[in-house]
T-cell receptor
Framework: NAGVTQTPKFQVLKTGQSMTLQCAQD?????MSWYRQDPGMGLRLIHY???????DQGEVPNGYNVSRSTTEDFPLRLLSAAPSQTSVYFC????????????FGPGTRLTVT | RKEVEQDPGPFNVPEGATVAFNCTYS??????FFWYRQDCRKEPKLLMS???SGNEDGRFTAQLNRASQYISLLIRDSKLSDSATYLC??????????FGKGTTLSVSS
């Protein structure tokens, strides 16, 4: 099993550009989520999904869109990148969001100049 | 008050020491509790779940005090390989997990 995979590993964007961070899991997990991690801020939830076709906002959703057309994939779209979105982005999946272990991808390090 | 609070450390201890981390949470309706470990520039990984009766996994012991809304992690006989950041994680009502900012542990020889 590959677990949770994320691409790209590194990305540099200019302000105003858009891009999609990819996330896929092969564990048939219903719950998937996106976090960003900034120094001194810990992990903050951006968006999450409890199953295909269902998404919801987390703590810091502004500037990001998600969709969940399949159980396996949960892409995160940056609509118009800003320097404040420079961060490390982690995708995670689990059987549910409450009581089961969350498996994280290796992260995407994004820099917006 | 932040939802999950941890002492950021760093905790600097010699090999073989016993070290304890504390965590408090603000939502009394929280139901699930975890400790995750994160190595430098890596993704977080589950260390252990925390059960109401307390639980142990080798050198690691987790305790939960619902009345005080307090979680602890005790590491006995610290190893160099225990050096990492330890994240306290609590579930919020619904499906969201809330992560503390983490406590950094550095074990030296």
């Amino acid at each position: 099993n590959a677990g949770v995979t994320q691409t790209p590993k590194f990305q540099v964007l200019k302000t105003g550009q858009s891009m999609t961070l990819q996330c896929a899991q092969d564990m048939n997990h219903e719950y998937m989520s996106w976090y960003r991690q900034d120094p001194g801020m810990g992990l903050r939830l951006i968006h999450y999904s409890v199953g295909a076709g269902i998404t919801d906002q987390g703590e810091v959703p502004n500037g990001y869109n998600v969709s969940r057309s399949t159980t396996e994939d949960f892409p995160l779209r940056l609509l118009s990148a800003a320097p404040s979105q420079t961060s490390v982005y982690f995708c995670a999946s689990s059987r549910d969001g409450r009581s089961y272990e969350q498996y994280f991808g290796p992260g995407t390090r994004l820099t917006v100049t | 008050r932040k939802e999950v609070e941890q002492d950021p450390g760093p905790f600097n201890v010699p090999e073989g020491a016993t070290v304890a981390f504390n965590c408090t949470y603000s939502n009394s309706a929280s139901q699930s509790f975890f400790w995750y470990r994160q190595d430098c520039r890596k993704e977080p990984k589950l260390l252990m779940s925390v059960y109401s009766s307390g639980n142990e996994d080798g050198r690691f012991t987790a305790q939960l005090n619902r009345a005080s809304q307090y979680i602890s992690l005790l590491i006995r006989d610290s190893k160099l390989s225990d050096s990492a950041t330890y994240l306290c994680v609590v579930n919020q009502a619904g499906t969201a997990l809330i992560f503390g900012k983490g406590t950094t542990l550095s074990v030296s020889s």
